[in-house]
């Protein structure tokens, strides 16, 4: 494939569309890619969750 030629506009999902014209191949492809996303979501939701944590506990003042 040539690189400099321009790739193939894919649709990207959006939350709340019309999936009336969508194959069963595609919704299927469509729920895994989400259930992919809400697990990078979750992981990456637990790392900030961690982090915020170590930094309150630094910064926490004495009382």
Known sequence: MDENLPRKMIAQPT???DLYGL????LQQRIEDYRSEIIRLEAEL???TSERSAA???FKKSS
Request: charged share 40%.
């Open 15 to 17: 939350l709340g569309e």
């Open 56 to 58: 309150d506990a630094l």
């Open 46 to 48: 637990a790392k900030k």
């Open 23 to 26: 194959s069963v191949h595609e």
